[in-house]
């Protein structure tokens, strides 16, 4: 049952965005205690035909989808099929290729594997083959030593940790996330990394003024210039369609927010995807650094977000955000957690004025 003051008070923030024009589409959902207390939505899902945002809207989350693929990975170690610390190799030999015979999930996890860059000379169709791009994937060699730092792996994230469980589990990554994930909770239709054809007159246009595409591809990278803006990327239907674990994610806030509730303790309605014991290693500091050397924020698979906090919790606040300012988190210390949507892409932080709004 919502509480119809923060009901009233997000749907009030979200309307006052829209309505101002900062902002085209939203949605916002918020668990308490595994109670749906915030179900909020506004704007427009797709200006070409001014069709509303509902409910039930889909939108395009890019990363945040990392999140689901770290809970099948860390619903494997718990089952005994994985452990962090195994060399990735030993369960896909070819992975073991060019120097990474030692690289481990816990490496993957926390983008310490020294695999950042995408694989040369790839293209759309390739990136729709799951079974291409794990080759691909399994033929680079690291370009920094695994383990000595973290670097955020954009996209080679999706097929590392999602082939590494494919293999221990036999099933494709959207069989896995379709029973794992989105049937236990009731979300079969509000959660999916690749689209069934079926949904695609839900999925929200996404719109990003003024930005330009890099065209510089001389060089290996994260996210290369021949993909284009991720905002026309991802509004491909091509591209909806193809399972990429770490951004290919098409999801409601309902979704992203039970996703979460069912990781605190006790889950969300008789649903609680991972022990809490599970979640506390999860969420672990790593030691790691970023390029810049400052700390590095990213547990295994999971962000750290004390931001999102109440301070003092034993388990910090975790989750993960995407391109363009969807995002997900569980706040332990509050018992809460929190998914956000949207499709316009601008220098508005939506995320900083929800969490003023969630205080």
């Known amino acids: 049952m919502k509480t119809k003051s923060l009901q009233t008070k997000i749907q009030h923030f979200l309307d006052r965005l829209t309505s101002a024009g900062t902002q085209r589409g939203l949605q916002v959902a918020v668990y308490r205690e595994g109670e749906?207390?915030?179900?909020?939505?506004?704007?427009?899902?797709?200006?070409?035909?001014?069709?509303?945002?509902?409910?039930?809207?889909?939108?395009?989350?890019?990363?945040?989808?990392?999140?689901?693929?770290?809970?099948?990975?860390?619903?494997?170690?718990?089952?005994?099929?994985?452990?962090?610390?195994?060399?990735?190799?030993?369960?896909?030999?070819?992975?073991?290729?060019?120097?990474?015979?030692?690289?481990?999930?816990?490496?993957?996890?926390?983008?310490?594997?020294?695999?950042?860059?995408?694989?040369?000379?790839?293209?759309f169709p390739d990136l729709a083959d799951w079974d291409a791009m794990c080759r691909a994937v399994a033929g680079l060699a690291p370009v920094f030593p695994p383990g000595s730092r973290a670097q955020y792996h954009a996209i080679t994230y999706g097929w590392i940790v999602g082939e590494t469980v494919r293999r221990v589990d036999g099933r494709s990554f959207q069989q896995h996330?379709?029973?794992?994930?989105a049937v236990p909770l009731g979300v079969e239709d509000d959660l999916f990394i690749g689209i069934p054809d079926r949904v695609e007159s839900r999925v929200a246009f996404l719109e990003e003024p003024d930005v330009v595409p890099s065209q510089d591809d001389s060089a290996p990278s994260p996210v290369p210039g021949w993909l284009g803006t991720l905002v026309s990327f991802m509004n491909r239907p091509d591209m909806r369609r193809a399972c990429l674990p770490a951004s290919t994610g098409i999801m409601t806030a309902r979704a992203i927010a039970r996703h979460y509730a069912a990781l605190l303790p006790g889950g969300v309605d008789g649903v609680e995807l991972l022990p809490p014991h599970r979640v506390r290693e999860a969420t672990a500091p790593q030691g790691l650094v970023n390029p810049e050397g400052t700390e590095s924020a990213w547990a295994l698979g999971y962000a750290r977000q004390p931001q999102c906090a109440l301070s003092g919790a034993e388990v910090p606040a975790f989750g993960h955000g995407g391109?363009?300012?969807?995002?997900g988190f569980a706040d332990p210390g509050r018992k809460m957690a929190v998914g956000l949507t949207r499709n316009c892409f601008n220098k508005e932080n939506v995320n900083d004025l929800l969490l003023q709004e969630l205080v």
């Open 36 to 123: 749906l207390v915030v179900d909020a939505w506004s704007g427009v899902a797709d200006p070409r035909t001014g069709e509303p945002v509902r409910g039930e809207t889909l939108f395009p989350v890019f990363s945040t989808s990392k999140g689901m693929a770290a809970t099948l990975a860390h619903q494997a170690v718990e089952r005994g099929l994985l452990s962090y610390d195994r060399p990735i190799a030993d369960v896909w030999p070819g992975f073991g290729a060019n120097g990474k015979e030692k690289i481990t999930l816990r490496q993957a996890l926390n983008h310490s594997s020294g695999l950042p860059n995408m694989p040369a000379g790839i293209g």
């Open 323 to 327: 391109y363009g300012g969807s995002m």
């Open 177 to 181: 996330l379709h029973e794992e994930i």
